[in-house]
T-cell receptor, first 113, second 111 residues
C-alpha cells in the first residue's frame, strides 16, 4: 500500500561524526530560542537555549548558533552517538506573547553505527 | 523524567464522547502551557495559565475545548463531542523563569 503523510527533513550521519541541524525562524521580535529533542512517543526534551543578545552558546557536546540578520538558528552536535537519534525542533518565543513557543519544522536525525 | 506528569498516557475514544486530560506541573512553576502535536509536525500552542488565570487561548481552541487550573497547581484539558480531527498528542509544559519543561503527553485517538 501507499502511505501519505508529512515527511520530515532527514539528516543521516555516521556515529562519531558531527551533526549540524538548521532552522529558520519567523518573528524578528523573538528574543529567546530553544532546541528540543523528541524521541518517538515522548514529550520534547530541552537541549539548549540562547537569548537574542548572544550569537553562540555551548553546552555539553552541543552548540547553538544564532544569526539574527537572516533569522537562522543552528544546532551542532559533536561526536554524534546512536542515542542522539531523534527528531529535533527549534522553537522561538518573546516576552510579549507570554513566552508561548512557536515551533519550526522538525529534522529527523538518524545515526548509523 | 522532567518532573511534569500527564494522565492518561493514552486515550482511545469514540467520536462524540467527552475526554479529560490532567497535567501536574513542576510544583514551584507558576506558568503552564498546553500544546497539541500531530504526526510529523511541531507542537501548536493551545492555551497558557499563569497561576490559576488563563491568560491566552489559541484560535485552535474551539468552543468544544476547555482548560482549567483551579488552584494554580494541576490543570485539566477537556474536549467535548470529540471528532476524528482531535486525534493528536496533547502536551503540557510548565515554566518557572526559564525554559519550558514538557510532560510525556497524552496520545488521543478518536475512532
Amino acid at each position: 500500500g501507499e502511505s501519505v503523510g508529512l515527511h520530515l527533513p532527514t539528516l543521516s550521519v555516521q556515529e562519531g561524526d558531527n551533526s549540524i541541524i538548521n532552522c529558520a525562524y519567523s518573528n524578528s521580535a523573538s528574543d529567546y530560542f530553544i532546541w528540543y529533542k523528541q524521541e518517538s512517543g515522548k514529550g520534547p526534551q530541552f537541549i539548549i537555549d540562547i537569548r537574542s543578545n548572544m550569537d553562540k552558546r555551548q553546552g555539553q557536546r552541543v552548540t547553538v548558533l544564532l544569526n539574527k540578520t537572516v533569522k537562522h538558528l543552528s544546532l551542532q552536535i559533536a561526536a554524534t552517538q546512536p542515542g542522539d537519534s531523534a527528531v529535533y525542533f527549534c522553537a522561538e518565543s518573546n516576552a510579549g506573547n507570554n513566552r508561548k513557543l512557536i515551533w519550526g519544522l522538525g529534522t529527523s536525525l538518524a545515526v548509523n553505527p | 523524567d522532567t518532573g511534569v506528569s500527564q494522565d492518561p498516557r493514552h486515550k482511545i475514544t469514540k467520536r462524540g464522547q467527552n475526554v479529560t486530560f490532567r497535567c501536574d506541573p513542576i510544583s514551584e512553576h507558576n506558568r503552564l502551557y498546553w500544546y497539541r502535536q500531530t504526526l510529523g509536525q511541531g507542537p501548536e500552542f493551545l492555551t497558557y495559565f499563569q497561576n490559576e488565570a488563563q491568560l491566552e487561548k489559541s484560535r485552535l481552541l474551539s468552543d468544544r475545548f476547555s482548560a482549567e487550573r483551579p488552584k494554580g497547581s494541576f490543570s485539566t484539558l477537556e474536549i467535548q463531542r470529540t471528532e476524528q480531527g482531535d486525534s493528536a498528542m496533547y502536551l503540557c509544559a510548565s515554566r518557572g523563569g526559564g525554559e519550558q519543561f514538557f510532560g510525556p503527553g497524552t496520545r488521543l485517538t478518536v475512532l
